[in-house]
């Protein structure tokens, strides 16, 4: 359906361009447009008069009556229209739509307002009617009226719908000018739409696309079920399959130290480097390590077990993140030192905690639980005698390899009864993680801690389910560069980290 012929009255006049008055524009004026038209009417002339109504107020020609200004000109041709206001902004909103000034959120706003101006006149239905069985101008010949298809009108529409304070935001931007983008930033929630301007203008991204993802992914981490209660990424950056970790300046690695670094407790590896000038003590773990494996693999209120645990940093890491613990050695010294430093700079946490002078691999003190642990992070000693600990029958570090793995093996048929079960569709995990290594044996070559803990985690019921190497700082690095040469191996410089879960 066409709209009627509005009867009129036309006639052109020279009018004083002071007497022409303008009402609310919808439309920007563009200064390069109006200096471009001031100097084709200094050679050429006027070539179409501006249109104005019967009171004088400008109903087209807005960058022609500005030329005519800029050029100090009294008197404009002016064809004087006999029409009301709204026809007078139809007329001007039409002629806008049909030229290449405008961005595409000028675009938007005039196509809704020529659309609200015609629904005032009776001509189209309020959206949301019947207008086909009333009689009324349909989308597509108001689409047509403007030389645009149906499907073209509609996308061209739709940014529009974009806030109104976001629109003003970036409406004299570059932004502006991309259809697509503004159709995309149309459809998101009001928040949404406010961080991707916030992004665009402040140059904290370079790019819609970048700014529009990094946005809809505040929003998700915000509204998500399931969220990380711990800066992981500020701390370590993404988390991924080798990662390094160091004895980073935090108040837990100097509590950590007070165990680690205790003249009682810390013992020499080798002694005599470098003509007796230097000494490599034996290796404790790092506070940030054990952070790490605490809070990413494990929720608050956890109930943590390291059967294996040495000075005692991955329980004061689960302590320090709300967690429980239940920590075994065979090592008195280590059990005593650990409860003295928990009682005096961790007071809050001492119902939290459970250390036991006892055979971690028997797990004799839980031989009634089943389903109770939350997580197991343990740091078992190394195979072949690499780090001599005590004179304990228990301690596992005195055994040959096949009397250690089959300690191992007990170990783990223990902790499949003691580890609750998992849930993928959940996503409830319990982890059981193992810290390996490797050793060699001669002419025997490698012996791969990480390939015979999975064998034997495979057999008692488990499932391998993530695994991450950690980069080691070596100190044997310098002393045995040399060795490694002659013998065609490198220094082994990482740490292997499994975890592994109960289907």
């Known amino acids: 359906m066409v709209l009627a012929p509005i009867k009129e009255t036309v006639e052109v006049q020279d009018i004083p361009v002071n007497d022409i008055k303008i009402r609310f524009r919808l439309r920007t004026p563009k200064d390069s447009k109006i200096e471009e038209i001031a100097g084709s009417i200094k050679t050429l002339g006027l070539i179409s008069p501006i249109t104005v109504d019967s009171k004088n107020y400008l109903?087209?020609?807005?960058?022609?009556?500005?030329?005519?200004?800029?050029?100090?000109?009294?008197?404009?041709?002016?064809?004087?229209?006999?029409?009301?206001?709204?026809?007078?902004?139809?007329?001007?909103?039409?002629?806008?739509?049909?030229?290449?000034?405008?961005?595409?959120?000028?675009?938007?706003?005039?196509?809704?307002?020529?659309?609200?101006?015609?629904?005032?006149?009776?001509?189209?239905?309020?959206?949301?009617?019947?207008?086909?069985?009333?009689?009324?101008?349909?989308?597509?010949?108001?689409?047509?009226?403007?030389?645009?298809?149906?499907?073209?009108?509609?996308?061209?529409?739709?940014?529009?719908?974009?806030?109104?304070?976001?629109?003003?935001?970036?409406?004299?931007?570059?932004?502006?000018?991309n259809l697509m983008d503004m159709v995309k930033l149309s459809q998101q929630e009001p928040e949404v739409q406010y961080k991707i301007s916030q992004m665009l203008i402040s140059g904290k991204a370079q790019t819609f696309k970048r700014a529009y993802a990094e946005s809809n992914l505040q929003l998700h981490?915000?509204?998500?079920?399931?969220?990380?209660?711990?800066?992981?990424?500020?701390?370590?950056?993404?988390?991924?399959?080798?990662?390094?970790?160091?004895?980073?300046?935090?108040?837990?690695?100097?509590?950590?130290?007070?165990?680690?670094?205790?003249?009682?407790?810390?013992?020499?590896?080798?002694?005599?480097?470098?003509?007796?000038?230097?000494?490599?003590?034996?290796?404790?773990?790092?506070?940030?390590?054990?952070?790490?494996?605490?809070?990413?693999?494990?929720?608050?209120?956890?109930?943590?077990?390291?059967?294996?645990?040495?000075?005692?940093?991955?329980?004061?890491?689960?302590?320090?993140?709300?967690?429980?613990?239940?920590?075994?050695?065979?090592?008195?010294?280590?059990?005593?030192?650990?409860k003295e430093v928990i009682d005096e700079y961790m007071p809050d946490v001492k119902n939290n905690y459970q250390l036991f002078h006892s055979d971690g691999i028997a797990l004799e003190e839980f031989k009634d639980k089943s389903d109770y642990l939350d997580a197991v992070v343990c740091d078992p000693p190394y195979v072949l005698h690499a780090e001599r600990y005590t004179n304990d029958d228990r301690d596992i570090s005195s055994l040959d390899h096949p009397e250690y793995m089959d300690k191992i093996k007990q170990n783990f048929i223990q902790l499949y009864r003691l580890i609750k079960k998992s849930d993928f569709e959940s996503k409830t995990f319990y982890p059981v993680i193992f810290k390996v290594g490797t050793a060699r044996r001669g002419n025997k070559g490698i012996v791969d801690m990480d390939s015979d803990f999975q064998q034997i985690a495979k057999e008692a019921g488990f499932v391998l389910w993530d695994k991450l190497y950690n980069q080691l700082n070596?100190?044997?690095?310098?002393?045995?560069?040399?060795?490694?040469?002659?013998?065609?191996?490198?220094?082994?410089?990482?740490?292997t980290n499994l975890v592994f879960v109960k289907f």
């Open 221 to 338: 981490n915000a509204n998500r079920d399931y969220k990380v209660d711990f800066d992981l990424k500020g701390r370590w950056g993404i988390p991924q399959t080798i990662m390094r970790f160091k004895k980073a300046d935090v108040e837990l690695q100097g509590i950590c130290n007070l165990v680690a670094k205790d003249p009682e407790l810390e013992w020499t590896k080798r002694e005599g480097i470098h003509f007796g000038t230097s000494r490599i003590p034996v290796y404790g773990m790092a506070a940030d390590h054990a952070e790490f494996l605490i809070t990413y693999y494990t929720k608050k209120d956890a109930l943590v077990l390291d059967q294996f645990m040495g000075r005692a940093t991955v329980g004061l890491a689960s302590l320090w993140h709300g967690r429980k613990f239940i920590g075994y050695d065979v090592e008195k010294k280590n059990i005593d030192r650990t």
């Open 474 to 495: 070596s100190p044997w690095a310098c002393v045995n560069w040399e060795r490694n040469y002659v013998n065609k191996y490198v220094q082994k410089n990482y740490e």
């Open 59 to 177: 109903i087209a020609g807005f960058h022609r009556l500005h030329a005519y200004k800029l050029l100090g000109l009294e008197t404009i041709p002016s064809i004087v229209k006999d029409t009301s206001k709204v026809y007078g902004e139809l007329m001007e909103i039409d002629e806008n739509l049909k030229r290449s000034e405008l961005n595409h959120i000028e675009v938007a706003e005039h196509m809704v307002k020529r659309e609200e101006l015609l629904e005032g006149l009776g001509v189209r239905m309020k959206r949301g009617g019947n207008q086909y069985s009333d009689g009324l101008v349909t989308t597509s010949e108001l689409a047509k009226e403007v030389g645009m298809s149906n499907r073209i009108y509609r996308l061209k529409r739709q940014p529009a719908k974009i806030e109104e304070e976001v629109r003003d935001l970036i409406r004299d931007t570059t932004w502006a000018e």
